[in-house]
């Protein structure tokens, strides 16, 4: 039981770190695009948090199952170098047992993997694309930057050159609306106003931006002439309906849809979805043997090629999805093959140090 304790305590303490620094990069990166994108006008300041928050989980299931497979790398060639192992061997420890107690920690990575693989993740990625839809059909202060062409969707573009001090008032503001008249023909509308502020009708729930002492064009394209209305007052609507993303993208579907589903590409997100909680215990067994280093080696010694096996194998699952979805690898066979792979490399290390001697 001591024993247990103590090499739970190093691999969980070990994998806590290592994710921890993945987690501050790969969300560091993402703030960044996400920054820029809300610097361009693209979407407002206001929503990053909740962007970065809902993207957690499906930054967890990709990091977890590496950091886990890095912490028993560092917490046993870390025994290894200490000569550990060899107290442990001579107590009669052999790298079964090892792998026992190392398989005990990893039920809690697999619970923790499967809860954001099979459900938090795919409800996070649903979220931020409704709220990215909502924002590119929605035209707010909020999100306006002077001196900046936007695009909100739905065919609108729009440039103002500046606003008040308040945020209250637009100054020469530029609309550009493709829309389709009744006989379903094309027509940009284009206008141009000295002015503009918002009004809501909070009983309707619409917004509306009223133009002051303007211009308003109907262009049909392919045509040398226009349609032009000069006006001293104009309300331009600019909240519609707010269109829903592809709910049959597989990506956003519940694990019940896939289940239910036969279509390739939601076959192949369902077994995305189940290969990761997986690929932790396979992961595990494969990083038993990894981890026996050489003292006059460093603990690093097998971290790279350790590395590289990881990304290969998460290489693998990810061109296969590619695969089943197009069609192109049948979906009966799917990801199993791979699994079997790398687990069988694992097993074959860990039965060669079985046979030499784990400590030897």
Request: hydrophobic share 50%; net charge negative; aromatic share 10%.
């Amino acid at each position: 039981m001591i024993l247990f304790r103590y090499l739970t305590r190093e691999i969980l303490q070990t994998m806590a770190a290592v994710a921890g620094v993945l987690l501050l990069v790969i969300m560091g990166s993402r703030f960044i695009r996400y920054f820029s994108s809300a610097a361009e006008g693209d979407i407002p300041v206001s929503i990053l948090g909740n962007l970065m928050l809902y993207h957690l989980p499906g930054f967890l299931e990709l990091i977890l199952p590496l950091a886990f497979f890095l912490g028993i790398l560092l917490a046993y060639g870390q025994l290894y170098l200490n000569s550990e192992i060899t107290v442990l061997v001579a107590c009669g420890t052999s790298p079964v047992k090892l792998l026992q107690v190392s398989m005990v920690s990893s039920v809690i990575v697999v619970v923790l993997v499967g809860l954001c693989s099979l459900w938090l993740t795919p409800a996070g990625a649903l979220h931020n694309e409704l709220l990215i839809e909502e924002q590119r059909g929605r035209l707010d202060f909020s999100s306006l930057t002077p001196g900046r062409f936007q695009d909100f969707g739905d065919g609108r573009t729009v440039y103002i050159e500046a606003l008040d001090e308040n945020d209250a008032l637009m100054e020469e503001v530029f609309i550009s609306e493709r829309q389709r008249r009744s006989d379903g023909s094309p027509e940009t509308m284009v206008t141009r106003a000295a002015s503009g502020y918002q009004v809501t009708d909070d009983a309707a729930g619409t917004r509306f931006l009223v133009l002051g002492d303007g211009e308003r064009f109907s262009i049909e394209p392919g045509q040398n002439q226009a349609e032009r209305l000069v006006f001293d007052s104009y309300a331009v609507r600019l909240t519609g309906t707010i269109l829903d993303p592809d709910l049959a993208i597989a990506e956003y579907a519940t694990t019940d849809r896939l289940l239910t589903s036969s279509q390739p590409a939601f076959q192949a997100q369902l077994q995305w979805r189940l290969s990761l909680p997986l690929m932790v215990v396979v992961l595990t067994v494969m990083a038993m043997p990894l981890s026996k280093v050489n003292p006059r080696q460093g603990r690093f010694a097998k971290l790279l090629p350790a590395v590289f096996l990881y990304v290969a194998y998460l290489s693998l699952l990810l061109a296969t999805l590619d695969a089943i979805g197009s069609g192109s690898w049948p979906v009966a066979v799917g990801m199993w093959p791979i699994h079997g792979v790398f687990l069988a490399l694992g097993l074959g290390l860990l039965w060669r140090d079985q046979r030499r001697g784990m400590s030897g």
